[in-house]
């Protein structure tokens, strides 16, 4: 394979650098592989649990050991741990109506009139990415401790989340 890609070089020069990028790979033997998945919040404060889907990527990469970012698009929308139970379903967003009101006023509001200046707020103070390391393919996250999207836009949106598995 090594010899195949070598005769793709224009010139030894060219041959001599890629010759150098095969020793680091081989040095480094790391890998990325990125993964998407979509998701379809129905409300504000929807809090929705992807575990499950993060760990299957995770074990589908067959990366042993590394640690996988998870990333959500968008500025209305945050990346979390949580216990995932009820009642901190409620807490959770009571905690971010304490901090950061809906009732009062927006700058981003009386510029863009969308009404979601509290929702843009949220999410940059709860951050829109994790990265969580995983140990022979297993996350180590603890019993009760769960990935989730806060949707914290005034509306059900479809959000697309993006995983970069990293490791060897
Ligand atoms: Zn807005």
Request: proline letters at 4%; charged letters at 20%.
């Given at each position: ?85 009820p ?24 510029t863009?009139?969308d ?54």
């Amino acid at each position: 394979m090594f010899r195949q890609i070598l005769s793709c070089a224009i010139d030894d020069n060219e041959k001599f650098l890629l010759f150098i990028k095969i020793i680091q790979m081989l040095i480094q033997n790391m890998t990325v592989i990125t993964k998407n998945i979509q998701i379809k919040s129905k409300s504000e404060n929807d809090i929705i649990d992807i575990t499950h889907q993060v760990s299957k990527i995770v074990k589908e990469s067959k990366i042993e050991n590394g640690a996988v970012i998870v990333f959500v698009v968008g500025s209305t929308a945050a990346i979390t741990t949580i216990e995932y139970e009820p009642g901190l379903q409620n807490d959770f967003p009571d905690m971010l109506s304490r901090l950061v009101p809906k009732d009062i006023e927006y700058a981003h509001d009386n510029t863009w009139h969308d009404g979601n200046g509290h929702s843009h707020v949220r999410a940059s103070l709860i951050g829109p990415s994790l990265a969580i390391p995983f140990i022979e393919g297993h996350l180590t996250l603890g019993t009760w401790q769960q990935i989730v999207l806060v949707e914290m836009d005034t509306r059900p949106r479809e959000r697309k989340i993006i995983l970069q598995v990293i490791g060897e």
